[in-house]
């Protein structure tokens, strides 16, 4: 595990009685299959037994749409709490978060989200995979992506919280990472605007495709593009970690290994915290190499697989096929979009819809927060 002393209350991580406790939350959380990924983590996370014990993990009863915890709800239709029946055309496949939103949990949002802390981006980093594990089969997703900031926001800020989460859970899950949108509109911040309606409108169009962004294994792209979206990852990791605290070599080998990763294409990464996978990744992406006997044409007229692809080891038939039509995917292409917290869902759908009317109807995005 990363560090002596807890994030959350400054004890003594390593005690005698961790141990039982992560094997204890790792079970409860896991399935078999997952079980050695949650593991791992758990025992990584930078907090104590108590804190561990302490998280108000989100149980087996949640919303199976935007995965709020359904303990204290009194209304249920389907599985779906009264937010998610009431919600028409809703472009999110389905929502998933590890923890329920409360007060301790706000305090060291904002201290990670606002004056910035680097062992908090390894907590919340780690607290996602573990969600990602919990509740998905990471290798079926072609990438992550994030929810963005509107630029003089990120000036402001100097970094992306979400980004930095990104870039750990793209080493926890092997999953590459893609700046796939940008923000067109500057909204106010979620706790200045009203309730889910006002909220909902100024979500409206707030983002736009990112030019140049590339869906690994399926959209057109540079040979190029790997590098430069590598390079793009990077450059927001060390402009985040640099302006926390301005002492870029103190961090340097979590940097080194993302781009060894990149540079590399290998899904199964050495450093931690990073749980080794199994080859379940490769098997995976592999149902979704393009495949130009099935599916719906027209729904996949944007996907146009890069023979340069990084994914092009799994993905055997990549040349164009003789009459030059286009191949197509077997399954569509599931996209996972992550943010820090679910209040409204607003921000998410709205990233959603930008990303379904790129890539069409098809493609599945699901998103992940570590708070609901
Ligand atoms: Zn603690
Ligand atoms: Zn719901």
């Known amino acids: 595990m990363r560090g002596s002393t807890c994030v959350s209350c400054g004890g003594r991580v390593n005690t005698p009685k961790r141990e039982g406790v992560v094997r204890a939350r790792a079970s409860w959380l896991s399935r078999p299959v997952s079980y050695p990924a949650i593991y791992r983590l758990l025992h990584d996370l930078p907090a104590c037994a108590s804190c561990i014990e302490a998280l108000p993990f989100i149980g087996e009863q949640f919303c199976r749409q935007c995965g709020r915890d359904m303990r204290a709800e009194p209304y249920s239709s389907e599985g779906r709490c009264r ?3 009431r919600e028409v055309d809703e472009p999110l496949k389905e929502n998933r978060s590890l923890l329920r939103y409360e007060q301790d949990g706000k305090s060291l949002l904002s201290l990670f989200k606002y004056r ?11 607290l996602l995979a573990i969600a990602a594990f919990r509740f998905y089969t990471p290798s079926r997703f072609a990438c992550i992506t994030t929810v963005p900031l509107h630029a003089r926001r990120l000036q402001e800020r100097g970094f992306n919280q979400v980004d930095l989460l990104a870039a750990y859970l793209g080493s926890a899950t092997g999953i590459p990472v893609r700046p796939l949108l940008t923000r067109i509109k500057e909204t106010e911040k979620l706790s200045k605007q009203g309730g889910r309606a006002s909220r909902q409108e100024s979500m409206r169009e707030a983002f736009a495709w990112n030019e140049g962004a590339v869906l690994p294994g399926f959209a057109r792209g540079r040979s190029d593009s790997r590098g430069a979206d590598h390079r793009n990852l990077t450059s927001i990791l060390a402009a985040g970690i640099h302006f926390l605290f301005g002492n870029w070599f103190s961090l340097r080998s979590s940097i080194s290994h993302t781009s060894h990763e990149a540079k590399s294409g290998e899904r199964d990464s050495q450093a931690n915290p990073v749980p080794k996978l199994d080859n379940r ?18 729904a996949y007229a944007n996907f146009n697989p890069n023979p340069n692809s990084h994914d092009r080891a799994t993905q055997p038939n990549t040349a164009p096929p003789p009459n030059n ?28 819809r930008t990303l379904r009317a790129h ?12 708070y609901r």
């Open 281 to 298: 990744n490769r098997a995976a992406h592999a149902n979704t190499a393009p495949n130009s006997n099935s599916g719906d044409r027209a």
């Open 116 to 126: 910035g802390d680097e062992r908090l981006a390894g907590y919340y980093g780690t």
């Open 325 to 352: 039509r286009i191949p197509l995917p077997a399954t569509p292409p599931k996209i996972l979009l992550i943010d820090d917290i679910y209040t409204t869902g607003s921000t998410l759908r709205s990233c959603a």
């Open 359 to 370: 890539l069409g109807t098809v493609c599945e995005i699901y998103s992940l927060t570590i």
């Open 83 to 85: 937010d998610c029946v």
